[in-house]
C-alpha cells in the first residue's frame, strides 16, 4: 500500500487517496503450461413482493367508490375503472378481469452469467512469459440489461545480464454495459410495482386511475422501452509498465520503473 505523495505521484489523480499494488499470478519459467476454466451461474429475484392482481385490483376500486360515494365524500366518486364502463359502485364482477397482467414478472429474468478465462506461461532459463485472457457476459435481472467484459493480461521478464533485468506488464480491458431503463421498485409511475394490473403488455394508452375520466393518458409502456430502448456505456482501461533493475553488487540493487495508465 502507497500513502505518502512520492510513491504515489506517477499515478497522477488517480493515486490521490493512496495505491494498492497487487501482485497478480506471474510466469513461472520452463515448459509450456496453460490453464482454463469456466463458471456458469443463474441470478433471480430472491423473493416477490405480494402485489394485487387485476380482480383484487378492481375491488379495491369498486370498495373505493363505495367509501367515497355512499360516505359523504364525493372527491373520489366519478373516477371510473375506465371510461363509460362500469361508471359506478358497485363494479360488475371484479373476477372477470382475472390475474392481470404481472408487471415485476415482465420486466424480470433468470439471469445467466457467463465467466471465461485462459491464461498461459512458458519461458527458458532467463526468461519467462505469461499471459492471459477473460471474458465476462452478464445479464441483469431488469430487462435489457446486461454487462459484457474483456481482459488481458501480458508480463515478460528477462535476465539481459547478469547485473540487469528487464520486466514488463501490460494489462488492457473494456467494459460495455446497457444500464437498467426500467425499474421494478421505487416511487416512479412506471416502476412495475406501481403499475396497473389492468394494463396489458401491449397498452399505449391508459385508461385507468384518476386520468380515466377525461378518457386517459399516454402510458410509456415499460415492456416496450426494455425491448427497444438502450442505454450504453463503454469504458477501454490500459496500463502499461516496466522497469529495469541493475545488480550494483550483492547489497545494492537500482531499479527505474515506468507507468502509465489510461
Known sequence: VLKDASSTAMYGSRGANGVILVTTKGNTGGKLTITASGQLAVSRLPRKLDLMNATEFAQMRSDLR??????????????????????????????????GTDWIDVLTRPALEQKYYIAANWGEQRSSTYMSVSYDDIQGIVKGSDMKRIGTLIKFERQMFKWLKLQFRGNYHRTAQNHNNVTVSGTSSTSAIALSPLLKTSDTWNIYGDTGANGGSVFNNPYFISQMVTNESAKDYLSLGGSLTFNINKHLNFKSAFTNVS
Open 66 to 99: 363505495y367509501m367515497t360515494s355512499y360516505q359523504g365524500n364525493n372527491s373520489m366518486a366519478n373516477i371510473p375503472l375506465a371510461p363509460n364502463v362500469n361508471g359506478g359502485y358497485p363494479i360488475a364482477n371484479p373476477e372477470s378481469y382475472g390475474e
